[in-house]
């Protein structure tokens, strides 16, 4: 079992950034995949960015260019940085790890809210 916490989330206005941690309780070195979701009011939680071993990153169209997803393999934490945040980027955001043997694990989620 891992246990993923993430932080970082607050309130911010629009333009401004945060970068959200989250912190696993076990090793992340051989993770097959990292990975940051989202889930906006009202609406069904949808991948923002995705890091799995040995592949190009990936991020939704809408955060292309303004989120960075990355990793500290010697501290177990996954980061986003987010920037140029837009009120549309309101929403939970939850952690996600798949480890070596695929096993799913998701943090508890941190709110993100972006005034205008």
């Known amino acids: 079992q891992v246990q993923l916490v993430e932080s970082g989330g607050g309130l911010v206005q629009a333009g401004g950034s945060l970068r959200l941690s989250c912190a696993a309780s076990k090793s992340i070195f051989n993770s097959r995949a990292m990975a940051w979701h989202r889930q906006a009011p009202g609406k069904a939680r949808e991948p923002v960015a995705l890091l799995p071993a040995g592949a190009n990153t990936w991020y939704a169209d809408s955060v292309k260019g303004r989120f960075t997803i990355s990793r500290d393999s010697a501290r177990n934490t996954i980061y986003l940085q987010m920037n140029s945040l837009k009120p549309e980027d309101t929403g939970v955001y939850y952690c996600?790890?798949?480890?070596?043997?695929?096993?799913?694990?998701w943090g508890q989620g941190t709110q993100v809210t972006v005034s205008s």
């Open positions: 996600f790890l798949s480890d070596s043997l695929s096993r799913n694990y």
